[in-house]
């Protein structure tokens, strides 16, 4: 069993910041790319930022030189973090993992997502 818990999102004004963490704990062999999602209401979900296990990262055009995605590998741990906050970045964030278990099977692992509001 594997479980993703995901934290720090919040109200925020324009221009403001926050910083979305996202542990994963659980029968895990190797934690393989992360990711972070958002869907806005009315929206389908997109892909935020992710990176490898080695560090590589791709952002959608939108929050490039805004969002900066990271992770501890030791912690099992992937960030997002989020400076010059605008109100369409309004959405729930989920974050996103390929994990290997011990029976060495990957499989696609989803946080229960987090409300991001940032208000003008």
């Known amino acids: 069993q594997v479980q993703l818990v995901e934290s720090g999102g919040g109200l925020v004004q324009s221009g403001g910041s926050l910083r979305l963490s996202c542990a994963a704990s659980g029968s895990i062999f190797n934690l393989n790319a992360m990711a972070w999602y958002r869907q806005a209401p009315g929206e389908q979900r997109e892909l935020v930022a992710s990176i490898t296990k080695v560090g590589s990262t791709n952002y959608t055009d939108s929050v490039k030189g805004r969002f900066t995605i990271s992770r501890d590998n030791d912690k099992n741990t992937v960030y997002l973090q989020m400076n010059s906050l605008k109100p369409e970045d309004t959405a729930v964030y989920y974050c996103?993992?390929?994990?290997?278990?011990?029976?060495?099977?990957?499989?696609?692992?989803w946080g229960q997502g987090t409300q991001v509001t940032v208000s003008s």
């Open positions: 996103n993992a390929a994990i290997t278990n011990w029976a060495l099977e990957e499989y696609d692992y």
